[in-house]
């Protein structure tokens, strides 16, 4: 009986074509490396600044939008293991939901996390265009089953594309009259505002960064500081005709 188990294991972790690992027995996974044994260096870095500086506002946005909501993972180049045996992916920005709070993140292994992520985003550039349009499409439809899948080109601002999984295949994601694209994910629209890709609200409302959002309360405490000067101006003059 147990000659048979682990022939079995052994069956799994060997296929020709290794599918994802989700909900396997434990007898399965039971020794197999843990996120804290794998970890991840890219293979493909972010490839300038401005890839880098659009990875960083994504990530921001999505935190103001779902940061104090408890089991969400919102990270970028997080290497995503989906098969012991297969290299991990390692998207520029990554959602997750359902997921145990931990305090760091090496890595990301479905048998370990028993899901995968919901969201993914991808930034094009000339180095990893055509592995983001096919093998990595690929991985996050076959492998990861990703519900919802974008990628955008920051140096290319028209070039956004997304797919939602629907039976198993990727559909496009049909953009409003903006071109905007609606996650049903995360309750929010991705569409390009002065050529950055940016998160805008059910309502069509651009989200702010913390800057930003600053920047707003400033004008508007600037604006009413100067219309109790403008009342207090006026009320003086009144009382001086008086």
Do not use: C
């Not at 490396?33 to 946005?61: F, M, W, Y």
């Not at 995968?116 to 000339?126: A, D, F």
């Not at 939602?164 to 995360?186: F, H, K, M, N, T």
């Not at 405490?221 to 005709?241: G, P, S």
């Amino acid at each position: 009986m147990a000659r048979d188990l682990l022939d079995r294991k052994e069956e799994l972790v060997s296929e020709s074509v290794p599918k994802p690992v989700y909900g396997l027995p434990e007898w399965v996974v039971a020794g197999w490396p843990t996120e804290e044994d794998l970890g991840v260096e890219d293979d493909q870095p972010v490839q300038s600044k401005r890839h880098r500086n659009q990875a960083d506002l994504l990530l921001h946005l999505i935190e103001r939008v779902w940061g104090d909501h408890p089991g969400v993972l919102i990270a970028g180049d997080l290497g995503v293991y989906y098969h012991p045996t297969e290299p991990p992916v390692a998207p520029d920005v990554m959602v997750a939901f359902g997921i145990k709070p931990k305090e760091d993140w090496p890595s990301f292994a479905v048998w370990e996390e028993g899901k995968g992520p919901e969201v993914v985003i991808e930034l094009l550039s000339r180095s990893n265009q055509n592995k983001d349009r096919t093998t990595n499409y690929e991985i996050y439809q076959q492998r990861l089953h990703v519900p919802e899948y974008f990628w955008f080109d920051p140096l290319n601002p028209s070039e956004l594309r997304g797919f939602r999984l629907r039976g198993g295949q990727y559909e496009a994601i049909v953009p409003d009259e903006q071109g905007r694209l609606w996650s049903e994910a995360l309750g929010v629209w991705f569409g390009v505002h002065e050529r950055w890709l940016r998160l805008y609200d059910r309502e069509g409302n651009l989200v702010p960064t913390g800057d930003e959002l600053a920047q707003q309360e400033r004008a508007a405490r600037e604006a009413a500081e100067a219309e109790v000067a403008r009342l207090r101006e006026e009320l003086a003059r009144l009382k001086a005709k008086g």
